[in-house]
């Protein structure tokens, strides 16, 4: 099937395309009726001249005609200028409503479209972010809303403008003379022939040409890679040869790709050339002439008309053609609209009296299916730090997650003061639960503001004790504009200045649950002393969860508990684990899970 047959097929199909614009649809199809009316009334002064000539030849032919002949010829060029020139300024206008109709539409539509998918991100699950790259996002909300702002703005009002000149061009001619319009028209169906062959010839060397293309990526991508290595070992003539085979066969492949291509649909452009159709025209119009079917005059309208077919078919051709990347973006753009959405809560908000955490039988199950937590039953006590440890992968922020309500638990239920958090209102749970995570993210707003997130009502002095106490107070100070400097224009920070900053955030916010995963993990050594201790006074009296790798810096935590494999499998004080010489113990001999830098609670555990 060819290209163009197949946006045909995907238009008329009830897609993703369709759905997209179906709350635009019936101005859509104003604006494409408007400018087909509009391109159709632009050609009436080609009828119009074809006419004239027909007057002036008919009174050449009598030379010698009355004097009133000859008025009623004037009049009759006349009307023929008069209703051409209203024509053309009604059509220009009628096309250019079209245009506008299609505008305001489209207005509308990447105006709803992205409200509705700022609406639906509000509500999905923060976890839905922190799976996805950011250019997901922007992708969507960004290209493909412009994508398809080029469609429901463009595609219709040119499509109705080619359509309208085809069709009113064909009905014309036929009514001219039906003979003629069949001879004149022939070429058209010789361009899809001719099409069809090329997308055939393209189609047969289509998947060596891609395969190839991925060669090529693979072997620049080692190549560059591996310059540094190969330079090192002083092998670097040998680095070339698979990249140059890559090219070598490329450049074969897209030889053998476009040779019977660009032959085809040279021939194919070459069908519907203006120069072509009027060399039909005209070879037929002289046949027909002398076999006296037409007289000359007669042959002039096809010469006028039929060439004028050629550019809005093109355009059509070329029109439908672009659908298929509207199409990718309509689903793209739909796939962000149908974003599973946390489950709102049923019946009236609730707010919690106290801050004990409880995991009553939680298990999660991620995307893929895999159960990434099972049976999880575990109460932070008020005021207490509980440590979680395990094996990396084990689920421990995981568990920090479903806390944070990142998502929710796929079974049982995590409460917060004997409240699900399904039900507490999430402006207030953020109020209520803090959290530093491994992963900092700020926003690009000034570092106050990024300090002040959570409590945007926070004087400059709250926040600046904040950043003191995150020991960033200091360096922020030699930022350009100091508090004022905009994260990511002139204020750079490292991976660890960002984790002191989404610390002072911690630290202003003030809730009374905290939940620290690896919250020293990105800081330099120079500055962890500082923030273990800014961190010890922040869990004074909190319920706080520590996730954590390293063993020997959980041992004062009021609790530990140990996470394999998405269970826990022992609880207890440091001593009492010991005691019970399980995994716990088995791994404290051998000086922890992982020599990975982690949160160094000790301190903290200690408070
Ligand atoms: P830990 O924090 O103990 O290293 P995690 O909670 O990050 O462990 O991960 C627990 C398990 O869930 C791992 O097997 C991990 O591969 C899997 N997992 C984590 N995040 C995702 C995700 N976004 N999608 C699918 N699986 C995930």
Redesign the pocket.
Known sequence: MSTTNKAVEEAKAPGPLRQVLAPIRGRLIAAAMLAALGSMLTLVPLAGIAHIAGIVLDAVGRAGGSMSSTATMRTDIAWTVVVSLASVFVGMALISAGELTAHLADNRLTLDLRMSAAQRLSQVPL?WF??RAAGEVKQAMQDDVATLHSLSAHFYPSVGRAAGAILISVVYLFAMDWRMAIVALLPFPGFFVFLRHAMKAGGANMQDFVTRLGRINSATVEFVNGIPILKAFGTSGRAHDSYRDAVDGFAEAFVRFTRPLVSAMSHAHAMIAPVTVLGVVLAFGALFVSVGWMTPVEVLPFALVAPGICAPLLLLHTLLHDLGSATGAAQRVSALLKTPVLEPYAGQPQFPGHHEVRFENVGYA???G?E??SNIDLTLAPGTVTAVV????????????TLLRFFDPSQGRVTLGGVDLRQIPTSHLYRSIGFVLQDVRLIRASVSENIALGRPSASRQEIEDAARAASIHERILTLPRGYDSVVGVDAQLSGGEAQRVSIARAVLLDAPVLVL?EATAAVDAGHEIGIQSALSRMVKGRTVMV?AHRLDTVMHADRIVV?EG?VITEQGTHAQLLARRGSYARLWEKGGYEALPGADVSEVASC
Do not use: N
């Open positions: 976890g922190t799976d991620y995307g893929d895999y990434a937590l395990g094996p990396s992968g084990s689920g421990k922020s995981t568990l920090a997650r995963d996730i996470l998405g």
